[in-house]
């Protein structure tokens, strides 16, 4: 993480934004004992009250999931297990594994009534898709109450920026070749806006079968998502929801992403398909420049 933030108050603003991020880790850690979702994912079926940052983002992934036709589902947790992603000791599992786990997976049994949220037994969450998203507007907001104009939030490739750099010209912010990481895709020219990413090239293995297999899992049968795409840029004013549909809009694959944005009018997106072209919508048209040598397709 790399947070950067011009002003008087900056030096205060960024001690309490690092203040406000190993708090939301220690709430929302699948692995920390004491956090909100370790205590839901061993809680037997039982009422766990969560603090409200957790029942923000729980409730907001369920709404995203309901738009997206569960495309988006933090239920997943035990079929990420199960592929080795949260240990790196990954493998293929058994499609009758897959498929035994899946019966305890349905973002719809989650419920949360104000700070109170149950989930059935044998249910565990993972808010990955979402918290760095979530983060990243609850620093912003931080530093926008501390005056700050001018700040550029980098959580692990997702970016949040503040106002317009220093001298008041735009932030301008690279995104990856999916194909050639070293790369860049594309620059963006933004202020005040979330940009963030959901790609199959940050994590994967290969299998024995010579196979890639990523971290973005589709609900639908628990294996990476193949739809088409191999990377996702959402640009929002809104940190979470452009994390949570970077997400589930990879699910989603190409075809369902695009008529997707056709029905919203609250964020950017540039999708790239796995036979190499890049789809920008046209909110963004002039502030991207594409640096790579792939063909660019216009979306209305
Ligand atoms: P990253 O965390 O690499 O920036 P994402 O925002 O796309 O990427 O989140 C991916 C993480 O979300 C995975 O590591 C996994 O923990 C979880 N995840 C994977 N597939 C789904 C899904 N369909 N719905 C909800 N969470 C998912
Ligand atoms: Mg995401």
Redesign the pocket.
């Known amino acids: 993480m790399n947070l950067t933030a011009y002003g008087e108050n900056a030096q205060t603003a960024l001690g309490k934004s690092a203040e406000k991020i190993i708090f939301l880790e220690e709430i929302l850690s699948v692995t920390n004992q004491n956090s909100d979702i370790y205590k839901l994912n061993n809680s037997n079926g039982n009422e766990v009250k969560v603090n409200e940052d957790t029942a923000n983002i729980i409730n907001t992934?369920c709404q995203i999931s309901d738009m997206t036709n569960g495309?988006?589902?933090?239920t997943?947790?035990p079929v990420?297990k199960e592929w080795g992603?949260?240990t790196e000791k990954y493998k293929i599992p058994e499609k009758t594994k897959l498929d035994e786990l899946l019966l305890n997976v349905n973002y719809k049994n989650i419920s949360v009534n104000g700070l109170s949220v149950t989930i059935p037994q044998k249910y565990q969450l993972?808010t990955?898709?979402?918290t760095?998203?979530y983060t990243g507007d609850k620093v912003a907001e931080i530093l926008k109450n501390h005056d700050i104009q001018s700040a550029l939030i980098n959580l692990?490739?997702?970016i949040h920026t503040v106002g317009s750099k220093p001298d008041g010209s735009l932030w301008r912010v690279g995104i990856k070749n999916p194909f050639d990481t070293n790369e860049q895709l594309c620059i963006l020219s933004i202020e005040d806006k979330a940009v963030?990413?959901?790609?199959n090239y940050?994590?994967y293995f290969e299998g024995d079968d010579g196979k890639k297999y990523w971290?973005?899992?589709?609900?639908k049968d628990g294996s990476p998502?193949d739809n088409g795409l191999v990377s996702v840029t959402i640009i929002g004013d809104s940190g979470i929801m452009c994390?949570a549909l970077?997400?589930?809009l990879?699910?989603m694959g190409k075809e369902k992403a695009i008529a997707y944005h056709k029905g919203s009018n609250d964020f950017d997106m540039i999708l790239v398909s796995d036979d190499r072209k890049i789809y920008i919508t046209n909110g963004i048209e002039n502030n991207f420049e594409n640096v790579s040598n792939m063909e660019v397709i216009l979306l209305n």
Do not use: C, M, Q, W
């Open positions: 992934s495309a988006l589902d933090i997943l947790y990420i992603f949260t993972d990955g898709a979402l760095k998203g692990g490739g997702n963030i990413t959901s790609g940050e994590r971290h973005i899992i589709d609900p998502a994390d970077s997400t589930a990879f699910v």
